[in-house]
Each structure stands twice: as structure tokens, then as C-alpha cells.
């Protein structure tokens, strides 16, 4: 079932915050830490807005994720429902394959680079612990300048990353998650649509030169017939990764797995060509 979560209106004293609550972080971050230009007009970014935590979304082996809303208190116009992605410590992550996506991939600062390969320094669990956060927020940013159809982030600050909610609000103000396909049950005219909705989705990551390194039905949301690929941290280059072409053959193979055992054949090494061949 699609996770739902009950909404509560965004109220404040004169003391402050409320439980549950925090100013928003959106004036205490820079501007590299802020998604790309034109922002959604549902963007919040009024240093008067409160977020104010609403619930667990989803739980996982690196991350979790909770439900936050973005309000001006007593602005209705000034509102927005968010996913707010926390990613836990290397020591207490479940997620242990790090250099299999990180080969090929640099930091911005050298000193945060020797960090990153010192495995046992405090400043080495510190840059790592940023560093899946960070490289999500930077490929979701440009997935979505490209035309993916990704959530849009909205902003990285440490080891949080803020971007779009995909669902919707019922009527009763309950907050509904967008299924994963994993969960759907598409007719064979949706099924089609999907599959080519998916592969085109692929092809903006190959035409980057990247694999998202983990696709699989369950980091893809159907939001009203439309998929939306979540978890991106992973995203490998097909050049400088030498695993990069194995990952998106495994990619291709998972896709075109559950594609099949829903009755639409795709032969996955012809999606595997094609994708490698819109990579170079």
C-alpha cells in the first residue's frame, strides 16, 4: 500500500518553533547547496517558513527518509510537501559497497579526497558521511536540467538532502506516497507505456555518460502514470568506472525482468546496446 501520512497545520509562538519543528534551513545554506535555476514555483524560500517533520516515508540500508512540510505560517500560498533523505554515518549504514560506484569519482577538494580514501580518520567518516548526499544532490540537479523525470532537489545541507515529494494530498488532507512499481499492477497498454517511459528515463542517464548502477522496480515511483526514478546516489560513469558498463547491463536485465514476468518480452543486451550506444 502507498504510505500515507496525516498533514498538520504549520503554527508557531512567540517562543519559537513547535515539537517537531525547525526554521527553515533553506537562508543557512549556500548556493551551490540550493537546486538548480528556474526553481518549481512551489519553492519555498521565505527565511520565515518553518519545516516541520510529518512522519517516516521510507526506511533503507543507507538512508532514511521522512516527510517534511515547508510553511509560511498563516500563508497558505507559502507551502510545500518535501522528502527529506537523511543518510546515516558509514558506521551505521547497511551499505557496504562503496567503492564499487565511487572508482572514478573525485571530490571537490583534495583535502576531502585524501579524506575519503583515509578510511580510518575522523574527518575520513565525516566527508564520507556528506559524501552519498552530496553526489545525489549533484546528479539529481542534473538529471533534472536534462528533462529526467527525477525528483527535483531542492536542497543538500550535510547529510540531508530536501527534494520534491512525489504524491499527492487527499481529501481528507492525508499525505499519499507515490507507489513504487514494484507495487503496481499496469494492463498491457500501461505496461507498454511504462517500459518506454523507463527506457527513455535510462537514456538521459547514458547520453550523460552515467548507469544509475542500482534501477530496479523498487527506486521507480508511479506518481498518476508517470515513473519517477529515485535513489540516484549511485550513479556510475560508463568511462571512468570499469564497472560501469557491467552495472548498466545489470540494470537492463532487472528492468526488462519485471517487464517480462508482466507478459511485454524486451530483450535486455538489444536495451543494453542501445543504451551503450547512446553513450558514446
Not at 149 to 164: F, I, R, S
Not at 183 to 195: C, N, Q, V
Not at 198 to 218: C, E, F, K, N, T
Not at 231 to 251: F, I, K, T, Y
Amino acid at each position: 500500500m502507498p504510505q500515507k501520512l496525516s498533514l498538520t497545520l504549520t503554527t508557531s509562538d512567540d517562543d519559537g518553533p513547535g515539537p517537531d519543528q525547525r526554521w527553515s534551513t533553506w537562508t543557512t545554506v549556500t548556493k551551490g547547496q540550493r537546486g538548480p535555476m528556474p526553481r518549481p514555483d512551489w519553492v519555498v524560500t521565505a527565511a520565515a517558513a518553518l519545516d516541520t517533520e510529518l512522519g517516516v516515508l521510507k526506511t533503507g540500508k543507507e538512508a532514511d527518509v521522512f516527510l517534511v512540510e515547508r510553511a509560511v505560517p498563516d500563508d497558505p500560498a507559502q507551502s510545500s510537501l518535501l522528502a527529506a533523505k537523511r543518510y546515516r554515518s558509514p558506521d551505521h549504514r547497511q551499505f557496504h559497497r562503496d567503492s564499487t560506484y565511487t572508482d572514478g569519482r573525485r571530490v571537490r577538494r583534495t583535502r576531502d579526497q585524501r579524506a575519503v580514501e583515509d578510511r580510518r580518520s575522523a574527518w575520513g567518516r565525516a566527508v564520507r558521511a556528506t559524501q552519498w548526499a552530496d553526489a545525489e544532490f549533484t546528479t539529481l540537479g542534473t538529471l533534472w536540467d536534462a528533462g529526467a523525470p527525477v525528483p527535483y532537489p531542492v536542497q543538500v545541507d550535510g547529510t540531508e538532502l530536501l527534494m520534491e515529494f512525489v504524491g499527492s494530498v487527499d481529501d481528507d488532507g492525508v499525505a499519499v506516497a507515490a507507489p513504487r512499481l514494484d507495487r503496481s499492477r499496469p494492463d498491457a497498454a500501461e505496461l507498454s507505456d511504462w517500459f518506454d517511459q523507463l527506457y527513455a528515463a535510462m537514456s538521459v542517464l547514458a547520453r550523460l555518460g552515467w548507469a544509475h548502477g542500482d534501477l530496479s522496480p523498487y527506486n521507480v515511483l508511479v506518481d498518476d502514470g508517470r515513473l519517477v526514478v529515485i535513489d540516484l546516489p549511485q550513479v556510475v560513469d560508463l568511462v571512468a568506472n570499469p564497472a560501469g558498463p557491467e552495472l548498466l547491463h545489470r540494470d537492463c536485465r532487472t528492468v526488462c525482468r519485471w517487464f517480462a514476468a508482466r507478459g511485454l518480452e524486451i530483450d535486455a543486451d538489444e536495451v543494453f546496446a542501445d543504451l551503450l550506444a547512446q553513450a558514446w
